[in-house]
Antibody, heavy 122, light 106 residues
Framework: QVTLKESGPMLVKPTETLTLTCTVSGFSLTNARMGVSWIRQPPGKALEWLANIFANDDNSYSTSLRNRLTVSKDTSKSQVVLTMTNLDPADTATYFC??????????????WGQGTLVTVSS | SYYLTQPPSMSVSPGQTASITCSGDNLDDEYVCWYRQEPGQSPVLVIFQDIKRPSGIPERISGSKSGNTATLTISGAQAVDEADYYCQAWGVTTVFFGGGTKLTVL
């Protein structure tokens, strides 16, 4: 069974750096046909893609948040880490990680983690 | 910027068909996925590669695409179909989500 679980602080102060960890099981982060994506959802709003990382360490970032995001992985721990700098109350959201499945030109996100709510407030 | 446009809300009567659209300027060159999200839950994949269903998704849920518009069709709508639905497209290096459609079955 494939599972992903997000972990990290529930409350962060403005201007601080957020570090979130996605721990995966049931698949390997070295699998060339798989990767991990980070997505967030502010309360009552739509999904917003943040970043991807693949087995070969190729990564990509949201254009609007590129300067604040870093994604990395530790295959030995089956973990993917997302850091976001200079937090603002507008970054308050539920943060999800999801497995990327790839087949040729096709990608899809399945399954998703349960999500973790991060509140940015002083 | 590249945007995917969905109707914010839609309602359907039980047993009827709901068609949720997703429009984007580059959609004819991209592959579309659809996700269902129930309140307080994580999104669940219901369609990938424009038209394919993951195992466990009923046949009454289908996807299609024509030009720059993708459509998620739910036939024989049931109360369990009431949820938010998001389309998603994959760019060369980025991912785009639509704004979501809240489907009400009443």
């Amino acid at each position: 069974q494939v599972t992903l679980k997000e972990s990290g602080p529930m409350l962060v102060k403005p201007t601080e750096t957020l570090t979130l960890t996605c721990t995966v099981s049931g698949f390997s982060l070295t699998n060339a046909r798989m990767g991990v994506s980070w997505i967030r959802q502010p309360p009552g709003k739509a999904l917003e893609w943040l970043a991807n990382i693949f087995a070969n360490d190729d990564n990509s970032y949201s254009t609007s948040l590129r300067n604040r995001l870093t994604v990395s992985k530790d295959t030995s721990k089956s973990q993917v880490v997302l850091t976001m700098t200079n937090l603002d109350p507008a970054d308050t959201a539920t943060y999800f990680c999801a497995r990327i499945q790839n087949w040729g030109p096709y990608n899809w996100l399945d399954p998703w983690g349960q999500g973790t709510l991060v509140t940015v407030s002083s | 910027s590249y945007y995917l446009t969905q109707p914010p809300s839609m309602s359907v009567s039980p047993g009827q068909t709901a068609s949720i659209t997703c429009s984007g300027d580059n959609l004819d060159d991209e592959y579309v996925c659809w996700y269902r999200q129930e309140p307080g839950q994580s999104p669940v994949l219901v369609i990938f590669q424009d038209i394919k269903r993951p195992s466990g998704i009923p046949e009454r849920i289908s996807g299609s695409k024509s030009g720059n518009t993708a459509t998620l069709t739910i036939s024989g709508a049931q109360a369990v179909d009431e949820a938010d639905y998001y389309c998603q497209a994959w760019g060369v290096t980025t991912v785009f989500f639509g704004g979501g459609t809240k489907l009400t079955v009443l």
